[in-house]
């Protein structure tokens, strides 16, 4: 026989009562428009916000792996210049608002009208107007990739220590390089650390895209308020965006999920615990659980 | 095959050898004996220049480890070039240090393909081959973490083996393990020493010594105390030192 928990009976039953007249004053509350909540989720206008979000995040999130990698180990590198290039640029980053840097994104052809690319102190190749080459959509990327970059290298540079000098030293033993033991051996043992705080990120960065309206992206927020800004239906605009915005967080937690299980092979003995099992599961008593593990 | 002439480390202020003359000739095994601290793993970690050694001369096969001498003056050779003769060169650690995100098959494969350059199939072929040596050819496919201590260090011994190395160092193999599993990796380097490898081999395991090493070095507190056939150090020991160390480990 299990244990008996009638503690827990209760406090279930106080959670239940709380949550019920919650919902009950939110369904009933004629102010929430629910019928127009419904009219909107498929809007062509939000669908069209919903897909941007999804973009921007994607390569926001794509710039900021990318770099948080090159930033962390250049930070663990021997050369004294390339670590405090890094650590410089981490501290930047890091320690100014993201809104701050979209603006100022925004604004880079206020500062550099041409942009040249070629050699430096050199000649150079292609040229541009700095207006027509940072766009919204280059600012937005811009903003949160080079922002995020700094975020991930601090991540990535966490899942690196985590790998024992062991691993090196018996790498390096082989005969294998600087480089190659890095990509090898230490970075997808990193992965394990680096992963989950990555999946955190990349649903931060899904609601973080919403800042970039202010330079006129038209990401899912930016639509809503769009539409608010004509209608003045403001609260159930703002619940369609929210609903959007919880149905692509779920959809990131759901991916992060199994990318994190591909990345544990070689790290747990027993038979994995799928999602399925872990629900169906929860009625387990302790000792069980502990047991199957 | 390799030969120490007054090799010096030191780790801050603290002196971890002062001054180890010791030479090992081609096909021979040499066994370090000593107390903990005594310096062995050092001395055996400054061989493939895990440690870089603060003074003296340390060759391997005649060619001066980690360093390249000019004009009376030593200098560090280039990463890529130490990391080739590191190639050379096979270890077995105290905890195996196997890679745990892949199989001892890819274990195994790894280096001969990314440094060497050995074909994926090839590469396959001769790993299966020397997981066989060592007596696992049911565990290719596992990952280190369904392997025994035992399993481990056999793998660890066979992806040393794949770089076909000229010299291998051991250092403290079998310390880890459980005492039941001590005599499978044994038998192992017993099997490699037969077959003429030359080998290093920092152990605890006095019986082993005797058996296999050509050469017994006892080592305390940064020196050679006493070096010498097995018989000889292991039996009818000169020095105060060794024979207290004996005593308490037999």
Same mark, same amino acid.
């Given at each position: 026989?299990?244990?008996?928990?009638?503690?827990?009976?209760?406090?279930?039953?106080?959670?239940?009562?709380?949550?019920?007249?919650?919902?009950?004053?939110?369904?009933?509350?004629?102010?929430?428009?629910?019928?127009?909540?419904?009219?909107?989720? *498929?809007?062509?206008?939000?669908? #069209?916000?919903?897909?941007?979000?999804?973009?921007? =995040?994607?390569?926001?999130?794509?710039?900021?792996?990318?770099?948080?990698?090159?930033?962390?180990?250049?930070?663990?590198?021997?050369?004294?210049?390339?670590?405090?290039?890094?650590?410089?640029?981490?501290?930047?980053?890091?320690?100014?608002?993201? $809104?701050?840097?979209?603006?100022?994104?925004?604004?880079?052809?206020?500062?550099?009208?041409?942009?040249?690319?070629?050699?430096?102190?050199?000649?150079?190749?292609?040229?541009?107007?700095?207006?027509?080459?940072?766009?919204?959509?280059?600012?937005?990327?811009?903003?949160?990739?080079?922002?995020?970059?700094?975020?991930?290298?601090?991540?990535?540079?966490?899942?690196?220590?985590?790998?024992?000098?062991?691993?090196?030293?018996?790498?390096?033993? *082989?005969?294998?390089?600087?480089?190659?033991?890095?990509?090898?051996?230490? $970075?997808?043992?990193?992965?394990?650390?680096?992963?989950?705080?990555?999946?955190?990120?990349?649903?931060?960065? *899904?609601? =973080? =895209?919403? $800042?970039?309206?202010?330079?006129?992206?038209?990401?899912?927020?930016?639509?809503?308020?769009?539409?608010?800004?004509?209608?003045?239906?403001?609260?159930?605009?703002?619940?369609?965006?929210?609903?959007?915005? $919880?149905?692509?967080?779920?959809?990131?937690?759901?991916?992060? #999920?199994?990318?994190?299980?591909?990345?544990?092979?070689?790290?747990?003995?027993?038979?994995?615990?799928?999602?399925?099992?872990?629900? *169906?599961?929860?009625?387990?008593?302790?000792?069980?659980?502990?047991?199957?593990? | 095959?390799? %030969? +120490?002439?007054?090799?010096?480390?030191?780790?801050?202020?603290?002196?971890? @050898?002062?001054?180890?003359?010791?030479?090992?000739?081609?096909?021979?095994?040499?066994?370090? &004996?000593?107390?903990?601290?005594?310096?062995?793993?050092?001395?055996?970690?400054?061989?493939?220049?895990?440690?870089?050694?603060?003074?003296?001369?340390?060759?391997?096969?005649?060619?001066?480890?980690?360093?390249?001498?000019?004009?009376?003056?030593?200098?560090?050779?280039?990463?890529?070039?130490?990391?080739?003769?590191?190639?050379?060169?096979?270890?077995?650690?105290?905890?195996?240090?196997?890679?745990?995100?892949?199989?001892?098959?890819?274990?195994?494969?790894?280096?001969?393909? %990314?440094?060497?350059?050995?074909?994926?199939?090839? +590469?396959?072929?001769?790993?299966?081959? &020397?997981?066989?040596?060592?007596?696992?050819?049911?565990?290719?496919?596992?990952?280190?973490?369904?392997?025994?201590?035992?399993?481990?260090?056999?793998?660890?011994?066979?992806?040393?083996?794949?770089?076909?190395? %000229? @010299?291998?160092?051991?250092?403290?193999?079998?310390?880890?393990?459980?005492?039941?599993?001590?005599?499978?990796? @044994?038998?192992?380097?017993?099997? @490699?020493?037969?077959?003429?490898?030359?080998?290093?081999?920092?152990?605890?395991?006095?019986?082993? +010594?005797?058996?296999?090493?050509?050469?017994?070095?006892?080592?305390?507190?940064?020196?050679?105390?006493?070096?010498?056939?097995?018989?000889?150090?292991?039996?009818?020991?000169?020095?105060?030192?060794?024979?207290?160390?004996?005593?308490?480990?037999?």
């Amino acid at each position: 026989m299990p244990v008996r928990r009638p503690g827990r009976w209760v406090a279930a039953a106080i959670v239940l009562v709380i949550a019920a007249s919650i919902v009950r004053s939110i369904v009933a509350n004629p102010h929430f428009q629910w019928g127009v909540v419904g009219h909107y989720m *498929l809007d062509s206008r939000i669908l #069209h916000g919903v897909v941007a979000t999804i973009y921007l =995040t994607f390569l926001a999130m794509a710039i900021g792996i990318v770099l948080g990698v090159v930033l962390a180990v250049m930070r663990m590198s021997p050369n004294p210049i390339l670590s405090s290039a890094s650590w410089l640029y981490i501290y930047f980053f890091r320690g100014t608002p993201v $809104l701050v840097q979209i603006i100022f994104w925004y604004n880079i052809a206020a500062l550099f009208p041409r942009i040249n690319l070629g050699i430096p102190f050199g000649p150079s190749f292609v040229h541009a107007n700095g207006n027509s080459l940072i766009t919204v959509f280059v600012a937005a990327m811009l903003a949160l990739g080079l922002n995020e970059g700094a975020y991930m290298a601090e991540i990535v540079r966490a899942g690196i220590i985590s790998v024992g000098e062991g691993q090196t030293e018996a790498a390096a033993s *082989l005969g294998m390089r600087r480089l190659a033991i890095m990509r090898h051996i230490v $970075l997808p043992q990193a992965m394990r650390v680096i992963l989950p705080p990555t999946g955190n990120e990349t649903i931060s960065m *899904l609601k =973080t =895209t919403s $800042l970039v309206y202010t330079i006129g992206f038209a990401e899912l927020f930016y639509e809503a308020s769009q539409i608010y800004g004509a209608t003045y239906q403001t609260i159930p605009l703002l619940i369609v965006a929210s609903i959007w915005y $919880l149905i692509l967080t779920s959809i990131a937690y759901v991916g992060q #999920h199994f990318i994190e299980r591909r990345y544990g092979r070689g790290f747990t003995r027993a038979q994995r615990v799928t999602m399925r099992e872990r629900w *169906l599961g929860i009625g387990r008593g302790d000792g069980e659980r502990a047991a199957a593990r | 095959m390799v %030969k +120490a002439e007054g090799v010096h480390k030191r780790f801050g202020r603290l002196e971890v @050898l002062r001054g180890i003359d010791l030479e090992v000739g081609r096909g021979e095994v040499m066994c370090l &004996l000593g107390p903990s601290g005594s310096g062995k793993s050092t001395f055996l970690r400054c061989i493939n220049h895990l440690e870089r050694i603060n003074s003296g001369r340390l060759w391997v096969d005649g060619e001066l480890v980690g360093y390249r001498e000019a004009g009376g003056k030593l200098h560090e050779l280039h990463e890529n070039e130490i990391a080739r003769k590191r190639a050379e060169i096979g270890m077995v650690f105290q905890s195996f240090n196997l890679f745990p995100h892949m199989t001892a098959l890819e274990n195994v494969t790894l280096a001969p393909i %990314k440094v060497l350059g050995v074909g994926r199939d090839e +590469a396959r072929r001769r790993a299966r081959e &020397l997981l066989a040596r060592v007596g696992l050819s049911d565990k290719v496919d596992s990952y280190p973490v369904a392997l025994s201590g035992g399993q481990q260090q056999r793998v660890a011994i066979a992806r040393a083996l794949a770089m076909r190395p %000229k @010299l291998m160092l051991f250092d403290e193999p079998t310390s880890a393990l459980d005492p039941e599993l001590v005599g499978e990796v @044994l038998d192992v380097m017993r099997g @490699l020493a037969h077959d003429g490898m030359t080998m290093i081999v920092v152990t605890h395991e006095i019986g082993f +010594a005797r058996e296999v090493a050509d050469t017994v070095v006892f080592m305390d507190a940064g020196v050679v105390v006493e070096a010498g056939a097995p018989a000889q150090v292991l039996g009818r020991p000169r020095n105060e030192r060794t024979r207290a160390f004996l005593e308490k480990v037999l």
